[in-house]
Structures are given as structure tokens and as C-alpha cells.
């Protein structure tokens, strides 16, 4: 199954890559103990990580989502032919994923909305597509959504020094700059409505403008949390960040708020990278977080 209804909102798994993304955990997760590793083997293995369990296995997919007539993306991954000398495993790839979005029924310019939750390197790089040698909207209908706040961090003219570095070069220009150009996005601050059961809030921590979806719709929930959490042992481990969460201390604050209120309201989590079954439902006890059960989307094997 790649597709679910949540009220009167469909919600699909679009697949752009699985697998390895050529790190340990210790050294993505500096915060867990190897422990949790090794005790959680039997169920992090071989959905989140690989089977001799160090290396961290991770998923690039976008969420498409139709609500009240429209056709929502929520990130586009990595995107194809991007030059990322920093960041290898990211660097020209040539993966299908447009052929998968057509095969959920979606054309480049069937597409209303692109929400970018954050303007990381794996989020943003569909945005664009190279046209002869320019990089332009691949969605040229689209209106993009993204945070002011990471808009502004980004922006190599601003001059900010982030954790990530120069894992992050040459993504603002050929990504993020191109569609600004185009004058598709909105740059929003703090909260953004999208329609009567969708809206974005701020969530920062992981970046300056990290964001969270959520959705309402009848008496169902679900909030899509990006990079607030990158394997189900950080539900586990909640006060655990990445190695690339700019602000750690927001990163934990962001992470146990959104944590609590999805297990208070019953709502699937749904991270960005997860593979397996690609989101969860969380229960909680007292500042404990546990995992209750899994979405039904269907988990899938490793890519070449």
C-alpha cells in the first residue's frame, strides 16, 4: 500500500531512494548510547539500519497529499544532475523519481503546492529541474512554501557559517534561488494556513526555520515532522539529535513538544526519511515516549 486516507485527505509515498547514507550511528546520532543499537537490532534492522547494524539506512521519498482539490508535495528530496562535492551520496544522482510521482497520477503541473519543511539538501532538491544548463521550477504551477527563517539562513549572501557547512553548498543556488526567481514561493514566518485541515507551524531546532505539518480532517490526525527525528529510536530517545541540528537544545524542546502532542491526540507521526513503514503512532508515559504501532504504507527493499 503507498497510499492512505486520513479524513478527507489522501496521503502517498513517492520514492526517490533507500539505503545507506554512508554514516554509523554513533556518528549520526552522537547522543544515543551504542546500546540502543544493539538492544534494538531485531526491529531497527534492516529498515533504519543495515543488518550488521553500523550503518544508518535512511529513505528520500516526498508525501504527496491531496486535499480540497489540490495536489500537495511535502519535500522534494534530493533532486537529479545536483552537483554536491560535500555531500557524496547526494552528489548527480539519476533516480526516477518523476516517473514515480506519475505513476501516483501526478504530472510536474498538476502540482498546486510545495511545502519545503526545511531547505536541507534532501528536502529541496526537486525543486528544481537542470533545462539545457539553467536549473528551473520543476512544478511551474506550484506556489512553494518555505520558511522565511531558513530562506534567510541559507542565503549564502547572509553569510551565516552552519553546522552542516559546506554539506549544504550549491543547494540555495541551483534549488532555492531559482524558483525565488521565478516568483513562486511564499516565505513564511511562525504559522501558515493552508486549508481548513492543513497548516505549517514553526518547529525550530533541527534548522532556524524547521516546520511541522499537520493535518485535521474529521477525527483523524497526523503531523509531518521532517528532520525533528531521523530513526524511531529518537522516539525512544527524544532528548537525542542528529549531528546536524543547528540549535541541539531547540532540536530537544521542538522534538518532545511535537512527540507529546501526537501521542495526546492519537496522531501518526510521520517523519521525512523513515523507510519501513514510513510513519508511526507514539504513546507516552509521564516524559517517556514509546512506538504503538506502524502506518500501513509498504515498506520496501534496498535500491541499487
Not at 510536474?108 to 529541474?129: M, Q
Not at 512506538?291 to 541499487?304: C, D, L, M, R, V
Request: hydrophobic residues 40%; aromatic residues 8%; contains cysteine.
Amino acid at each position: 500500500m503507498e497510499t492512505i486516507t486520513l479524513g478527507a485527505v489522501s496521503i502517498t509515498r513517492v520514492r526517490e531512494y533507500f539505503g545507506s547514507v554512508d554514516m554509523t550511528p554513533a556518528t549520526f546520532f552522537p547522543d544515543i548510547p551504542k546500546g540502543v543499537w544493539d538492544d534494538g537490532a531485531s526491529w531497527l534492522a534492516p529498515h533504519f539500519l543495515g543488518a550488521d547494524t553500523d550503518v544508518v539506512h535512511s529513505a528520500i521519498q516526498t508525501w504527496l497529499l491531496r486535499s480540497e482539490g489540490r495536489t500537495i508535495l511535502v519535500d522534494t528530496g534530493v533532486g537529479n544532475h545536483k552537483e554536491r562535492p560535500y555531500a557524496p551520496v547526494w552528489s548527480r544522482l539519476d533516480t526516477d523519481f518523476l516517473a514515480n510521482l506519475a505513476r501516483a497520477g501526478v504530472e510536474p503541473e498538476d502540482v498546486d503546492v510545495v511545502i519545503n519543511t526545511h531547505l536541507h539538501v534532501d528536502h529541496v532538491g526537486w525543486n528544481t529541474r537542470l533545462e539545457g544548463r539553467r536549473w528551473v521550477p520543476t512544478f511551474p504551477n506550484a506556489t512553494y512554501l518555505m520558511p522565511k527563517d531558513d530562506f534567510d539562513f541559507w542565503n549564502p549572501a547572509n553569510g551565516h557559517k552552519p553546522l552542516l557547512g559546506r554539506g549544504n553548498q550549491n543547494v540555495f543556488e541551483d534549488s532555492v534561488a531559482p524558483v525565488h526567481e521565478a516568483g513562486q514561493t511564499l516565505l513564511w514566518e511562525n504559522s501558515h494556513r493552508i486549508d481548513a485541515g492543513l497548516s505549517l507551524d514553526a518547529a525550530p531546532g533541527h534548522t532556524p526555520g524547521s516546520s511541522v505539518l499537520t493535518l485535521s480532517s474529521g477525527t483523524d490526525r497526523a503531523v509531518f515532522v521532517g528532520d525533528m527525528l531521523h530513526s524511531p529510536a529518537q522516539v525512544l530517545e527524544p532528548d537525542a539529535n542528529s549531528c546536524f541540528c543547528e540549535d541541539p537544545a531547540g532540536a530537544r524542546a521542538t522534538r518532545r513538544k511535537v512527540l507529546g502532542w501526537a501521542a495526546d491526540h492519537n496522531a501518526l507521526l510521520i517523519p521525512a526519511h523513515l523507510g519501513g513503514h514510513g510513519a508511526a503512532e507514539v504513546t507516552r508515559d509521564a516524559d517517556k515516549f514509546a512506538i504503538k504501532g506502524w502506518a500501513p504504507f509498504t515498506p520496501y527493499a534496498e535500491q541499487s
